[in-house]
């Protein structure tokens, strides 16, 4: 599978030994430039895929799932596109920089197509636009919808029979539920020691500027127990982090009639797959098995005294969370439809704060919302400046045809909501450094998930997986591993540090 990150700013001048990251909040996904070679035939017989996965951490559970179906049908992953029979690109359809990057990718393996080539797009593009993904990437063989992911050997299998005059679509008008069996199947290897774990999708909030309801549906929880039957497998083919997703996680069970689904669902993960590790596990304990338990995309609103009492009293759920609140003036909130109580979001902030020790909150803001004035993007600039969150995401409003805010336009100068961003992102950096440069000196377990020219590259749990910041850990500690790391120096994303061998497998 191939995809790369991206970077909105140039990389800095790196110290010596450490090659850091450019200084950037919000790093995106791309998938690199494609080349093909023109002069092969791929041959009918061969059963190779190529897969390229774009957009959210959603979308990469998908794919993986995806991938696993085709492995366990006999066909072999390659890197090189011009070696694979079938192309599948799961696309992302969020906003408009993120169309532009998925229809580019299908144009680029569309055009380099060889004999006997099969080309699919799969995900939220197609979802949203159907048959309109075809027309403009002549090529396109198969198109399969979000959620019907699980359909890919039904529709490489028929598409291999022989050539389609028309391309072939999977875009029932019932969106299919992930069902346990579905979610059983998947996972037969996973590649680090780090794991994404979907526990629903779709989403019932009615924020104007999202795009996703209409991509996804509504919210569809997926049952505890295949939740923890997948938490078990992934346990046990190696994983250290669970990383819990959904497009809100905070309404987990809502349409299971659950009441603090969220709350209950980390519980039992503790309960019955943390604690059953092969050896007693928890944050500070560097054995084999299920460490940490991160949470990701909680709706502000829904942050209740259960979930806190959770993350405060267990040792396996770390003490992050991703809350996006995309705003700090209540104006600019109403009119995205989103929860406006800024009184209730600081007594939130502050409960979370003083209960949990060591709190790492992560967030995200758009700027340039279609009637935001100097004013309110001054009020937002004034809310991050006071809260110093620990890392932040933003978005330039990316205007959405179908949305809530469609009668809203775009009015918004681009230029101006280039100067807020850079404005809010400048501002950030400076605190994330200050705050970096608060655990100098102090000593965080770091999971290790790769080595570069003698360093071992990881993460502390106030970093989440491909978003957040790294930590460079001088010695020979090996992937996998979660190790204790004396921080030595601090950048503005980064960290860098010495194991204490004093403290490793206490």
């Given at each position: ?5 991206r970077?909105?700013c140039p990389?800095?001048?790196?110290p010596?030994?450490?090659r850091?990251?450019?200084p950037?909040a919000r790093?995106?996904r791309?998938?690199p ?5 023109h ?5 009918l017989?061969k059963?190779?895929?190529?897969l390229?996965?774009l957009g959210?951490?959603?979308?990469t559970v998908?794919s993986?799932?995806m ?7 006999g ?6 596109p011009?070696?694979?029979s079938?192309l599948?690109v ?5 906003i408009?920089?993120?169309?532009e990057?998925?229809?580019?990718v299908?144009r680029?393996?569309a055009?380099?197509?060889k004999r ?10 197609t979802?949203?636009?159907?048959a309109?993904v075809?027309?403009k990437?002549?090529?396109v063989d198969?198109?399969l919808g979000?959620?019907?992911w699980?359909d890919i050997?039904?529709?490489?299998h ?6 389609h005059?028309?391309?072939l679509?999977h875009?029932?008008d019932?969106?299919k539920?992930v ?8 996972r037969?290897s996973?590649a680090?020691?780090s794991a994404?774990?979907k526990?629903a999708?779709?989403?019932r909030r ?6 996703i309801?209409l991509i996804k549906g509504?919210?569809?929880?997926r049952p505890?127990e295949?939740?923890?039957e997948?938490?078990r497998?992934?346990r ?5 982090e669970?990383v ?8 987990y069970g809502?349409d299971l009639?659950m ?5 209950i669902l980390l519980?039992?993960l503790?309960?019955e797959v943390a604690e ?6 928890g944050?500070?304990?560097?054995g084999?098995g299920?460490d940490w338990i ?8 829904y942050?209740?005294d259960?979930?806190i009492?959770?993350m405060?009293?267990s ?7 991703d809350m996006?609140l995309?705003?700090a ?13 800024m ?6 902030l502050?409960?979370?704060?003083s209960?949990i ?6 967030t995200t803001?758009?700027?340039g919302?279609?009637g935001?004035?100097e ?6 600039y004034?809310?991050v400046?006071?809260?110093r969150?620990d890392?932040?995401?933003a978005?330039?409003?990316s205007?959405?045809p179908?949305t809530?805010s469609?009668?809203?336009?775009d009015?918004?100068p ?6 807020r961003?850079?404005?809010?992102m400048e501002l950030q ?5 200050q ?14 998930e790769g080595?570069d ?8 749990y106030?970093d ?5 910041g790294?930590?460079?850990?001088e010695?020979?500690a ?5 190790v ?5 120096g601090?950048m503005?994303y980064d960290?860098t ?6 403290l490793?497998?206490?």
């Amino acid at each position: 599978m191939k995809s790369s990150r991206r970077r909105r700013c140039p990389p800095p001048a790196p110290p010596s030994r450490f090659r850091l990251r450019p200084p950037c909040a919000r790093p995106l996904r791309r998938a690199p430039r494609i080349r093909l070679s023109h002069n092969l035939e791929v041959s009918l017989t061969k059963q190779t895929f190529h897969l390229v996965s774009l957009g959210c951490a959603k979308n990469t559970v998908d794919s993986d799932s995806m991938a696993q179906l085709l492995l366990r049908d006999g066909y072999r992953a390659v890197d090189d596109p011009s070696r694979a029979s079938v192309l599948i690109v799961n696309t992302c359809g969020f906003i408009g920089p993120a169309k532009e990057e998925s229809l580019r990718v299908l144009r680029e393996l569309a055009e380099g197509k060889k004999r006997n080539q099969i080309l699919i797009a799969a995900g939220c593009l197609t979802q949203r636009y159907g048959a309109e993904v075809a027309e403009k990437v002549p090529g396109v063989d198969g198109v399969l919808g979000t959620r019907r992911w699980m359909d890919i050997l039904q529709v490489v299998h028929e598409l291999r029979q022989g050539p389609h005059p028309e391309p072939l679509y999977h875009l029932p008008d019932e969106a299919k539920t992930v069902g346990t069996d579905e979610h059983d199947a998947m996972r037969v290897s996973v590649a680090g020691a780090s794991a994404y774990l979907k526990i629903a999708d779709g989403c019932r909030r009615p924020c104007a500027f999202c795009a996703i309801p209409l991509i996804k549906g509504t919210a569809v929880s997926r049952p505890i127990e295949s939740i923890l039957e997948e938490a078990r497998r992934l346990r046990d083919m190696g994983v250290r982090e669970l990383v819990l997703i959904a497009q809100d996680t905070t309404d987990y069970g809502h349409d299971l009639g659950m009441k603090d689904g969220l709350a209950i669902l980390l519980e039992r993960l503790v309960k019955e797959v943390a604690e059953e590790s092969p050896s007693p596990q928890g944050r500070g304990d560097r054995g084999e098995g299920l460490d940490w338990i991160r949470v990701m995309y909680a709706y502000p609103g829904y942050v209740t005294d259960r979930l806190i009492d959770v993350m405060a009293s267990s040792r396996q759920v770390l003490p992050y969370l991703d809350m996006p609140l995309q705003h700090a003036h209540p104006k600019t909130l109403y009119r995205m439809r989103r929860p406006s109580n800024m009184e209730w979001v600081y007594k939130t902030l502050d409960k979370m704060r003083s209960r949990i020790a060591n709190l790492a909150i992560r967030t995200t803001f758009i700027v340039g919302y279609p009637g935001e004035t100097e004013e309110e993007f001054q009020t937002l600039y004034d809310f991050v400046k006071e809260i110093r969150f620990d890392r932040v995401g933003a978005f330039q409003f990316s205007f959405e045809p179908g949305t809530a805010s469609e009668p809203l336009g775009d009015p918004i100068p681009a230029e101006v909501k280039a100067e807020r961003y850079a404005r809010l992102m400048e501002l950030q950096q400076g605190i994330s450094l200050q705050i970096n440069q608060s655990y100098v000196g102090k000593t965080l377990d770091v999971l290790i998930e790769g080595r570069d020219n003698g360093i071992a590259i990881g993460r502390s749990y106030r970093d989440a997986p491909e978003i957040d910041g790294l930590v460079f850990v001088e010695g020979n500690a090996q992937v996998g591993e979660i190790v204790p790391v004396k921080i030595t120096g601090a950048m503005a994303y980064d960290l860098t540090g010495v194991p204490v061998p004093s403290l490793i497998n206490l």
